[in-house]
Nanobody
Framework: QVYVVESGGGSVQPGGSLTLSCAVSGLDFTIHDARWWRQGPGKNRELVARVTATDNTNYADFVAGRFTISRDNAKNTVYLQMNNLQPEDTAVYLC????????WGQGTQVTVSS
């Protein structure tokens, strides 16, 4: 059984920071790529960042240097460090690991408001 569990969401003021975690079990995490997605209210799901099994990273343009994705293979965990959060970053953030199949977590809510 594969489990993907996100944590670390919450409410912050504009300009604040959060670090999301995604704990994965039930598969060989070291050979899987991982992605963070988000879905804001009334919006389509959009890709935020990706880290490959070989630790290459890619980001959506809207991240603009504010977010950092990383992985710790010893802990089977993917992180998303988010700085200078803005109201438009409000969304449910979802973690996805994939190789042959896609595995998804349930998401963690991030709310940015003053």
């Amino acid at each position: 059984q594969v489990y993907v569990v996100e944590s670390g969401g919450g409410s912050v003021q504009p300009g604040g920071s959060l670090t999301l975690s995604c704990a994965v079990s039930g598969l060989d995490f070291t050979i899987h790529d991982a992605r963070w997605w988000r879905q804001g209210p009334g919006k389509n799901r959009e890709l935020v960042a990706r880290v490959t099994a070989t630790d290459n990273t890619n980001y959506a343009d809207f991240v603009a240097g504010r977010f950092t994705i990383s992985r710790d293979n010893a802990k089977n965990t993917v992180y998303l460090q988010m700085n200078n959060l803005q109201p438009e970053d409000t969304a449910v953030y979802l973690c996805n690991v994939y190789l042959t199949y896609n595995y998804w977590g349930q998401g963690t809510q991030v709310t940015v408001s003053s």
